[in-house]
């Protein structure tokens, strides 16, 4: 069942994705002389690449596949999620601040399921700030480990909450956010 129903989702959003792939090389080619435009268009396409990655995985782990394990340079994949989602704390006038100790090791691991959590935390953590509150990033090594926190100011989770915090698609946001 998991199978199938990751093969419709990819098909269901593979096929609007080559679409704005199309579009979006098409005026690739015409903003030349606009950085800001020209930026904007490989940004689109790099996002597409990643998206087509997620459907990848979601493929892979509908099949049983075991994630990769590639070499991930932790300060690498920090600045990836913070260059995405840096946009969103600065619509949110939430200040986002980097604290990565100097030569963090390589680790294992698969670069897009650690960068995909980063970002997720990230957001999470904008979302439970103000204007003018700090998130902070960290990676440091911690007993021989490499460990990367997110930290904000918000109210937290409530008691009642903690225990579901891991189930898959809990939020306590309202509907539609």
Same mark, same amino acid.
């Given at each position: 069942v998991m199978g199938t129903l990751a093969m419709g989702v990819a098909h269901e959003i593979s096929t609007p994705l080559g679409v704005i792939a199309a579009r979006a090389e098409q005026v690739a080619a015409k903003v030349d002389g606009d950085e800001r435009l020209r930026t904007s268009v490989a940004t689109i396409l790099a996002q597409i690449d990643r998206i087509k990655q997620v459907i990848g995985g979601l493929l892979g782990l509908a099949r049983g596949d075991a994630p990769s394990a590639e070499r991930i340079e932790p300060a690498r994949v920090?600045?990836?999620?913070?260059?995405?989602?840096?946009?969103?704390?600065?619509?949110?006038?939430? $200040?986002?601040?980097? *604290?990565?100790?100097?030569?963090?090791? +390589?680790?294992? @691991? !698969?670069?897009?399921?650690?960068?995909?959590? #980063?970002?997720?935390?990230?957001?999470?953590?904008?979302?439970?700030? $103000?204007?003018?509150? *700090?998130?902070?990033?960290?990676?440091? +090594?911690?007993? @021989? !480990?490499?460990?990367?926190?997110?930290?904000? #100011?918000?109210?937290?989770?409530?008691?009642?909450?903690?225990?579901?915090?891991?189930?898959?698609?809990?939020?306590?946001?309202?509907?539609?956010?």
């Open positions: 920090i600045a990836e999620a913070v260059g995405l989602t840096e946009h969103r704390f600065g619509q949110s006038r939430v $200040r986002l601040r980097s *604290e990565l100790d100097a030569n963090l090791p +390589v680790v294992l @691991g !698969d670069p897009r399921l650690l960068e995909h959590a #980063v970002v997720n935390l990230l957001l999470n953590a904008c979302d439970a700030s $103000r204007a003018d509150d *700090e998130v902070t990033v960290r990676a440091r +090594v911690l007993d @021989g !480990d490499v460990e990367i926190a997110v930290e904000d #100011v918000g109210s937290g989770i409530s008691p009642a909450d903690v225990g579901r915090a891991l189930e898959p698609f809990f939020t306590t946001k309202p509907r539609g956010q």
